[in-house]
């Protein structure tokens, strides 16, 4: 017997399962299933496709056993492929997943949430919940050797050889106190019933059938087995004979979600290619979806035999929110999993899927407003990687994602803002940045809020790179209001005499600031004002700059900013008459650091800034005691 220790983050997760986890701890039971029924997939695929078990004696079941006596230990067992030595070790004694570290800090933000258990694969560790110790005793299909692995979930684990009649895998749970309550008949069945109703292998549970009297008083007892779930494909089922609880009882059953979805989407096509299909949105994003290690949930089917949950051959990463399952009755069951994404019916099928689960969104749209925005409200980041990443769908997809606006209290479409323009306009006009909320008080949208021009307020992350990819749309070009432009509408006639005037003070002001800034301009964008920053058009965008650095790209040229100042502005006229040099310097500096501050682009040194600031501050204060 080998003992070894769990990695360090295991550790952590037991400790953290073991004691603070009480509400929802039945789901051990729907982890138990779920791992046993992935079993008996695997090992139906290859009975069907590999000449090696395609003479294996299979059929397969899932059974449940439980002490009805002093309810201390319970049974789930398989018949399914089965584990080695190495793979119970791989799959048992460590966390194959990268994301665990957010999942602990998930926990714990949510103060131990069962929901995000199953989300990270370590739910089989939930039955440390419920149990003081546990005994997997596996073997491999086509094997004669047989491993028991075992714990208490205390930091370490052992696993040795063992006998096992049958291949498969059974796992034995000792129930902790407040764990025998699910050591009983009709609990488990309620469980099953609620989690696992359409895992589509039978369920078998064994107990103690009593037996009574004319009277009623128990005479006997004698062993019993019934099957407790209905172990049907619901996806094939006609969807007249479906009503909603039958969808939200398959959803939670291969989701581990605790909610209905938001909605679901049923397909089910004959003719020249059959297949079937049942996705479902879930009512909010599932956590760690930005996350590189982000396990979608849609499994591929054919004539229910499972292929892979591989969601790459599927469905586009854009989609990775969707969970269920796709089902052929044309594909060939021997189709090469590594080949699997180049088939063209599958392409096709992929096509077609894409196609009508954006058509829905757009009924929705029109025909359940509250309910589109309340998908918009979790998905609308993700959809628009679709726009760069889905050429063939953009069109589509620019008519369902949404943007704040300078117009709309929530979110707005492309054709909302396009039925909002001013006549002969012929620009959609968009500012990027951190956080919309600032975008809303950046003064480069003053003479645009004048004019009654929308501005669309672009806070993703995404946006900066999805935008510029746009071009056109429906002839109207996208432009941003904070990068210099030719042509804009904003021109109105200027004040040459002003401007002509004042021309001295942009030279000064651009020898003071030589070293910070491209250029410096007046403005015909402001309004209440004293001056803004701009980028060159030919420049990436603050943001885009962050993002890229963020990505490991390098910059050795340093940002510069064209700063346009406000002519009719009593600071800039008065900064044209100012004689004293310092102060001069500072009102340059100055008014170009709280043009960066508000377009959140905080100062590189801090304490010059506020040595400024102190300045200034002086300089008022004597001004006033001596007025």
């Known amino acids: 017997m080998s003992q070894k220790k769990f990695k360090s983050e295991v550790s952590q997760l037991l400790h953290l399962i073991t004691h603070s986890l009480y509400s929802h701890r039945e789901i051990f039971l729907r982890e138990l299933?779920?791992?046993?029924?992935?079993?008996?997939?695997?090992?139906?695929?290859?009975?069907?496709?590999?000449?090696?078990?395609?003479?294996?004696?299979?059929?397969?079941?899932?059974?449940?056993?439980?002490?009805?006596?002093?309810?201390?230990?319970?049974?789930?067992?398989?018949?399914?492929?089965?584990?080695?030595?190495?793979?119970?070790?791989?799959?048992?004694?460590?966390?194959?997943?990268?994301?665990?570290?957010?999942?602990?800090?998930?926990?714990?933000?949510?103060?131990?949430?069962?929901?995000?258990?199953?989300?990270?694969?370590?739910?089989?560790?939930?039955?440390?919940?419920?149990?003081?110790?546990?005994?997997?005793?596996?073997?491999?299909?086509?094997?004669?050797?047989?491993?028991?692995?075992?714990?208490?979930?205390?930091?370490?684990?052992?696993?040795e050889k063992a006998t096992k009649d049958s291949f498969g895998t059974e796992v034995r749970l000792t129930l902790k106190e407040e764990g025998k309550d699910f050591a009983h008949r009709f609990q488990i069945e309620e469980i099953v019933k609620k989690y696992s109703d359409h895992v589509s292998f039978p369920i078998y549970i064994s107990y103690m059938q009593e037996e009574f009297d004319a009277k009623g008083a128990p005479t006997s007892s004698k062993p019993n087995i019934k099957q407790i779930n209905n172990a049907s494909a619901l996806w094939k089922r006609s969807r007249s004979e479906l009503k909603e609880k039958d969808y939200e009882s398959f959803y939670k059953s291969i989701s581990h979600d605790t909610d209905p979805p938001l909605f679901h989407l049923h397909l089910q096509a004959e003719g020249a290619l059959e297949y079937t299909v049942l996705l479902y949105v879930p009512q909010k994003a599932p956590f760690g979806i930005f996350y590189s290690d982000f396990q979608p949930e849609v499994r591929l089917y054919i004539r229910r035999v499972f292929i892979t949950d591989d969601f790459k051959k599927l469905l586009p990463p854009y989609l990775r929110f969707l969970r269920g399952v796709i089902d052929s009755e044309d594909l060939p069951l021997n189709v090469s999993r590594e080949v699997l994404q180049e088939n063209r019916l599958l392409s096709q099928i992929r096509a077609t899927i894409i196609k009508r689960f954006l058509n829905e969104l757009g009924e929705l749209s029109a025909k359940k407003p509250q309910l589109f925005d309340n998908f918009i409200g979790h998905y609308n980041r993700i959809l628009k990687e679709g726009v760069y990443q889905d050429f063939a769908n953009r069109d589509q997809l620019l008519n369902i994602v949404r943007f704040h606006s300078t117009r709309a209290e929530g979110y707005t479409s492309l054709e909302e803002y396009k039925s909002r323009m001013r006549p002969n306009q012929k620009r959609i006009y968009y500012l990027s940045g951190a956080e919309v909320q600032s975008l809303r008080n950046s003064p480069l949208l003053e003479r645009y809020q004048a004019k009654e021009i929308e501005v669309l307020l672009l806070g993703d992350e995404i946006d900066e790179v999805i935008i510029p990819t746009i071009g056109n749309w429906k002839e109207l070009s996208l432009v941003p209001i904070n990068q210099k432009s030719e042509g804009d509408e904003l021109v109105d006639q200027r004040d040459e005499k002003l401007e002509e005037q004042l021309k001295p003070l942009l030279a000064k002001m651009k020898r003071v600031l030589a070293n910070s800034i491209k250029e410096v301009t007046f403005s015909a964008r402001l309004e209440n004002s004293p001056a803004c920053v701009l980028l060159d058009k030919n420049e990436p965008t603050i943001r885009m700059k962050e993002l890229l650095r963020g990505l490991g790209a390098t910059d050795e040229d340093e940002m510069k900013p064209i700063l346009e100042i406000n002519p009719h502005h009593l600071i800039i006229k008065e900064l044209h008459t100012l004689t004293n040099d310092q102060l001069f310097n500072d009102m340059c500096h100055l008014l170009l650091e709280q043009s960066l501050l508000i377009e959140n682009i905080p100062s590189k040194n801090s304490g010059e800034f506020v040595s400024r600031i102190n300045r200034i501050t002086e300089q008022a204060l004597k001004s006033v005691r001596n007025s």
């Open 33 to 159: 299933i779920s791992n046993a029924s992935d079993a008996l997939d695997k090992l139906k695929y290859l009975t069907l496709t590999d000449g090696r078990y395609k003479e294996l004696s299979f059929a397969p079941r899932i059974d449940i056993k439980f002490d009805d006596k002093d309810h201390s230990w319970l049974v789930v067992s398989d018949n399914g492929i089965g584990m080695n030595e190495e793979e119970l070790e791989k799959h048992l004694g460590t966390i194959a997943h990268s994301g665990t570290r957010t999942f602990l800090s998930a926990m714990q933000e949510n103060s131990g949430s069962n929901d995000l258990i199953g989300q990270f694969g370590v739910g089989f560790y939930s039955i440390f919940m419920v149990a003081t110790e546990a005994k997997v005793t596996s073997r491999k299909a086509e094997s004669d050797s047989a491993f028991c692995w075992s714990s208490n979930g205390q930091g370490s684990f052992s696993i």
